[in-house]
């Protein structure tokens, strides 16, 4: 099992451009979340879902958008990247029931 | 809104010796876990306690399960470089409901 992976590794992009980080998983978790990392902030919840086809927000969901098709995959589009949007995003998932969370590497996000 | 108070927020240690990181709470969990985060990684999960009293001992690291079940301590007995990390708890409740968590105790173990 590969787990949860994450793609890009690394971006940069200017003020108003567009993006989406990837996420997948093959552990058929049907738990899927997206948290961003800063420094002092520890893990913010961005959004959630608990299943395909279904989603809710967290903590800190404004600028975000989510879907999940599937449920191996759990992508985060940001529509107008702004630089308060430079943060460290991980991506996790868990088997519903269960408490391991598992989580990705990380995409590292420098908004310009 | 639940919320888990870790500290110290910072802590450098020598090698060899012991420390204790808390993670504190007005609320109730079903469970509390612990994750360790290195530089340019994901947290990895250490270990969860579900009961309240429950002592984990996982090689040096004790965990501890308040009675109460709101708060938790992690002690590391003779620290290692390799122990330097982000330690971080994390809040469960019952059903789908997202973990809640702490901001972590940044660790640092100088030789």
């Known amino acids: 099992n590969a787990g949860v992976t994450q793609t890009p590794k690394f971006q940069v992009l200017k003020t108003g451009q567009s993006m989406t980080l990837q996420c997948a998983q093959d552990m058929n978790h049907e738990y899927m979340s997206w948290y961003r990392q800063d420094p002092g902030m520890g893990l913010r919840l961005i959004h959630y879902s608990v299943g395909a086809g279904i989603t809710d927000q967290g903590e800190v969901p404004n600028g975000y958008n989510v879907s999940r098709s599937t449920t191996e995959d759990f992508p985060l589009r940001l529509l107008s990247a702004a630089p308060s949007q430079t943060s460290v995003y991980f991506c996790?998932?868990?088997?519903?029931?269960?408490?391991?969370?598992?989580f990705g590497p990380g995409t590292r996000l420098l908004v310009l | 809104t639940q919320l888990l108070e870790q500290s110290p927020q910072f802590l450098s240690i020598q090698e060899g010796e012991n420390l204790t990181v808390y993670c504190n709470s007005s609320s109730v969990f079903s469970s509390l876990q612990w994750y360790r985060q290195e530089p340019g990684e994901g947290p990895v999960l250490l270990v969860t306690v579900v009961t309240g009293g429950e002592v984990k001992k996982l090689k040096r690291l004790t965990f501890q399960f308040g009675d109460a079940r709101k708060d938790s301590s992690l002690h590391i007995t003779a620290a290692q470089t390799g122990d330097t990390g982000l330690y971080l708890c994390a809040g469960a409740n019952s059903g789908n409901t997202p973990l809640v968590f702490g901001k972590g105790t940044r660790l640092s173990v100088i030789a």
């Open positions: 996790a998932s868990r088997s519903s029931g269960k408490e391991t969370q598992y």
